[in-house]
């Protein structure tokens, strides 16, 4: 008898506690407790940070097949969605929803609009977007830039109710066809806190003006723009 009790000692514990001890676990570890009865499949609901990442830990993009790219990105999507859908409307404020995929397909569509829904019925203090792509700045040829740089303008045009709630956006080996179109992007992420880019450019190199009420990190990694003015 004493056993039993020892054993269930954490189900005595208040919600909020076990909530906080999820939220320090991986979300694939916290979310799997979701099985061992109805209590721990309503507490994974209520997780504040939603870490979910097309990046497997330590493998690199060059032994990753085309095959496993797939698998890896549709995981993302059916993650995100579950996690966001299954979570009561306005119950639990997000405290970080960070999602990390690849530019492929129209994955980061889907994932878009399950966040951009999530962002119109849940309180989501940050939200943040890594965008990658299947091969590295050094594979990549002119090409392959101006293809992911067409991908990631349909996905923003999309999907313009989550991009409008990003905290943090983070974009790799893009070239935009219009020249206009990294100013849209501080146009239109009013809460952008940090921005992002390596290998990224525009057809013409532009000058680039930053005038962003909010946006106190700026990043350009190998980036080509003729001059960047902050105002």
Known sequence: MQKDNRDDRINTLPSDVLVNILD??????????????????????????????????????????????????????????????????????????????????????????AVGSAMTTHNIEKAEFTVLTVKKRRQCTLDDVLNYGSQFVSFFNECLNAFTGLTRLYMENLRFAESDFVSNIFVTCKRLKYLGFLNCDTENHLTLQVEHAQLSELIMVNCRFYKVKLK
């Open 24 to 113: 320090r676990l991986d979300v694939r570890e916290a979310v799997r407790t979701s099985i061992l009865s109805r209590r721990w499949s309503r507490l994974s609901c209520k997780l504040s940070r939603l870490i979910i990442n097309a990046q497997p830990d330590g493998v690199s993009c060059s032994n990753i097949s085309d095959g496993d790219f797939v698998r890896i990105n549709a995981a993302v999507v059916e993650a995100t969605k579950s996690l966001l859908t299954r979570r009561y409307p306005g119950e639990d404020t997000i405290h970080l929803l960070t999602t990390t995929f690849y530019l492929r397909g129209d994955v980061p569509i889907s994932i878009g609009h």
